[in-house]
């Protein structure tokens, strides 16, 4: 790569900053709170974006670049129409009053959240849930330092494995030392430089592809490639439907945002809840912009490809690496070019980092706070919480690793699997302890272990049967938590003054 110098020094810059916030807030973590939830005492803007930010992993630069490269728009399209009516949702729905029910009851954690809400001395829904969390945290993680593989083993020519290795250990650092306000702070940062990468791309990949005319021409020279109700494939020349039910299945990607761990965690951060309302619209209007970028890229990619810029890719999972290619080609054109395709590389590094570490806090959070404290009973100091948290985050990368360790796995397709175990496991039964009085902690927990276990069932059994069973796992086990949450919660219904007085006394 031509003047690589300064597309290192970038990158190291860019690292230099994450790291020395890590350390700056390292000591401004005094209790557990703080440690977890910055004390309650974030902005709007910076709640908006860290959200987001936390939510758009290495997909948003890669997986859906890759996909919509491959596959053409539809895929994509409505995937990113599903997420961005799920945000929006989220936000408008159960922010406001996640964030004053989870302060009413004192809960700093997810799992805390629903065991002080179903008054649940036995400590059996903080057990599941702390598990839970656990379990899909784990490979949603390793998505994040495969995506960290890809990129340093193309930029630098070492192997994979030692790529991966170079970023889950400065992830694993700035998260350890900093906590939720190093998180927080840095996904603020980690936001403007993917909003940098994703506008430099579009203009950078245009030119290649010969402009608007080359990019159009190219696209509709594969049947389907940018059609909403068809499915592309470049290799094959073909187009397959993409009929009603593949699109109410892939948009049920939205529903995952209702359990998403690390995105409710910072509903509960905000410093009041009057301030959600612009939290909203900054966050919804910043992920409906990044993503369409995104698709644009994948259409872009391809055209540039066509046009003898670079190869055609031959898998979805190969062509993740689109905008490392168009980093490449940039970072040729001179020595400022070369800085600016520095700044793009670490916008990869940044959707990369700005999940992992939420991820990493949240499991650590299960473990030191809920599964330690409270499940175990085990008494310790603020300091002794936090060093347990520490231990746990690097716990949690170790095997995060080790299933990330095949270079041939695919970004888009780890994170499918994690979102949909969050958002069946958790989404239906925050919706209904937020909103539903009678939904008691049976319920609860049913919902829990119905949603969670469908998933695995529906995607390693039923899913492979395809046809009409082809579907998306989410939207099936999201349905099979809510029904098994609302007939269990029916039949274990008893009235508890102090459960439903705490309940009305939030306020909407």
């Known amino acids: 790569m031509a003047h690589s110098f300064f597309v290192y020094l970038a990158i190291l810059v860019y690292l230099g900053v994450i790291l020395y916030i890590g350390f700056r807030f390292s000591k401004a973590n005094e209790n557990a709170g703080d440690f977890y939830l910055g004390g309650r005492r974030l902005g709007p803007v910076a709640v908006a974006m860290s959200a987001e930010a936390s939510d758009m992993s290495s997909w948003l630069l890669m997986g859906i670049p890759g996909l919509c490269f491959f596959c053409g728009i539809a895929d994509t399209f409505w995937t990113c129409l599903g997420l961005a009516l799920g945000t929006y949702l989220n936000w408008l729905l159960v922010a406001r009053r996640l964030r004053s029910y989870s302060e009413k009851i004192h809960a700093i954690t997810i799992p805390e959240f629903f065991a002080k809400r179903f008054h649940d001395t036995d400590r059996l829904l903080i057990g599941i849930s702390a598990i839970i969390i656990i379990v899909f945290f784990i490979p949603y993680t390793a998505s994040g330092f495969a ?193 600016i395709a520095g700044l793009v590389l670490a916008g990869i590094l940044a959707c990369t980092m700005s999940t992992a570490d939420s991820q990493l806090l949240a499991a650590a959070s299960s473990v030191s706070e809920d599964i330690t404290k409270r499940v175990f009973g085990i008494t310790m100091s603020n300091r002794g919480t936090i060093r347990v948290a520490r231990l746990t985050v690097f716990v949690i990368a170790i095997i995060g690793i080790l299933i990330a360790r095949d270079p041939n796995s695919s970004v888009f397709q780890i994170v499918s699997f994690a979102w949909a175990g969050f958002g069946a496991s958790f989404g239906p039964v925050m919706l209904y302890a937020l909103f539903w009085k009678k939904c008691t902690k049976q319920g609860a927990f049913a919902g829990m272990v119905a949603g969670g276990g469908m998933v695995f069932i529906w995607k390693f059994l039923v899913r492979p049967m395809g046809g009409v069973f082809g579907i998306y796992e989410l939207l099936p086990a999201f349905l099979v938590a809510c029904f098994a949450i609302v007939t269990v919660s029916r039949r274990t219904y008893k009235y508890d003054a102090s459960i439903e007085a705490e309940f009305d006394s939030v306020k909407q």
């Not at 259409?299 to 980093?327: H, L």
């Open 147 to 339: 995506a960290c593989g890809k990129l340093f083993s193309s930029l630098f020519g070492m192997s994979y494995t030692s790529g991966m290795l170079l970023g889950a250990v400065v992830i694993v650092a700035y998260t350890a030392m900093g906590g939720f306000l190093a998180a927080s702070t840095t996904d603020v940062i980690q936001s403007v430089v993917m909003t940098v990468a994703l506008i430099v791309i579009i203009w950078f990949g245009l030119d290649l592809a010969g402009g608007w005319d080359g990019v159009v021409a190219a696209a509709s020279s594969v049947p389907g490639y940018l059609s909403i109700t068809q499915s592309a494939n470049i290799m094959t020349g073909q187009a397959g439907d993409y009929g009603f039910l593949t699109i109410i299945s892939t948009m049920a990607w939205g529903l995952g945002y209702f359990g998403m761990p690390h995105i409710l965690l910072r509903f509960m951060a905000i410093r009041h809840q009057d301030e959600i309302a612009v939290s909203r619209r900054i966050g919804t209007g910043w992920v409906v912009i990044a993503m369409g970028f995104a698709i644009l890229i994948g259409i872009i990619g391809y055209a540039a490809a066509k046009s003898g810029a670079f190869e055609v890719f031959q898998s979805s999972s190969a062509a993740e690496y689109v905008i490392i290619r168009f980093s490449h080609i940039l970072s040729e054109q001179g020595i400022i070019a070369a800085f």
